[in-house]
């Protein structure tokens, strides 16, 4: 394309659809610049099938090109054709270049025929195409919106959010113990990825037992502390030492909180015995 065709390029081809004598005329926005098909001119025009381009080349000494008139090939004229979805137009959708007329080669055309329908066509372009234009209202072709399978959308959406939440974690180096960063990390992407977490060691927390134990709500409320300290002790009596201590959401809000893991859930159940008697533990867990 030759150096007055170039210019900024849309996602989208904007165009102004007309009928005029009979005939379909499109006028198209392209690269910023309003174009006709020249074989839709020539047709409007009334000229037979062929005889407009003898009649361009008389006038070639006056149609300027890149300014009024221009032949598109190879990669401009794929463009061309993607862009506007050109259907109803008189070319091959094979053939190897298209010739363009801009606005002021369709007025010098308009001049210049000896055609009675020229002035008519300058009249539609003055009456009805321009003012469309101006006003913004082109027919544009939208490229249909690329719809996500629900499901998918949902995963990517749970996926950014459990991303934001880690960077939280992580705002402040050394706050939270690499224990716990680790455990949130897999539990997370095992969220978005639907597999369990490959975590060796899960943590471990009173509530959580007790609910698993068959422990109402409100018993849990009551009895959790009581279980809480029995578990401490029973913690220190082993080891020598107290349970470490981790930040835990717990109503809506992060405190510390002894640590536990499934390493420890043997003195998980021995408190349970003790507190809760071998009627409750069988009950519990299903025994009759």
């Known amino acids: 394309m030759t150096e007055g065709g170039k210019g900024g390029v849309s996602g989208a081809m904007m165009q102004v659809t007309t009928q005029f004598e009979g005939s379909t005329l499109t006028t198209y926005v392209f690269r910023g610049r309003l174009c006709m098909v020249a074989a839709d001119v020539g047709e409007a025009l009334g000229y037979a099938d062929g ?18 008139i221009d032949t598109l090939t190879g990669d401009d004229l794929r463009q ?9 137009v008189s070319f091959p959708s094979s053939a190897p270049s298209l010739t363009v007329l801009y606005e002021p080669g369709v007025n ?22 321009l003012p469309k234009l101006r006003r913004g209202e082109l027919q544009q072709r939208r490229e249909a919106p690329i719809v996500l399978d629900d499901a998918e959308s949902q995963v990517r959406l749970l996926g950014l959010r459990q991303r934001e939440a880690l ?10 113990d690499p224990e716990f960063l680790r455990h949130k990390t897999e539990h997370a992407a095992a969220l978005v990825t639907g597999d369990a977490p490959m975590i060796e060691n899960p943590l471990l927390d009173v509530s959580g037992y007790l609910q698993s134990r068959g422990v109402g709500a409100s018993e849990r409320k009551k009895m959790g502390g009581q279980f809480g300290k029995k578990l401490k002790a029973a913690y220190v009596a082993k080891h020598g030492e107290e349970p470490g201590k981790l930040p835990r959401d717990v109503n809506g809000g992060s405190r510390e909180v002894l640590c536990y893991t499934e390493r420890d859930r043997p003195l998980f159940d021995r408190v349970f015995a003790e507190m809760f008697g071998a009627a409750i533990v069988a009950a519990a867990s299903g025994i009759s």
């Open 51 to 68: 005889s407009f381009k003898k009649v361009l080349r008389d006038w070639s000494d006056e149609l300027i090109a890149g300014q009024d």
């Open 80 to 88: 061309f054709k993607e862009m506007a979805r050109v259907g109803n």
């Open 108 to 129: 010098l055309a308009c001049v210049k025929t000896e055609k009675p329908l020229g002035r008519k066509l300058r009249r539609l372009l003055a009456d009805e195409v």
């Open 167 to 176: 960077s939280l974690y992580a705002v402040i180096p050394g706050l939270y």
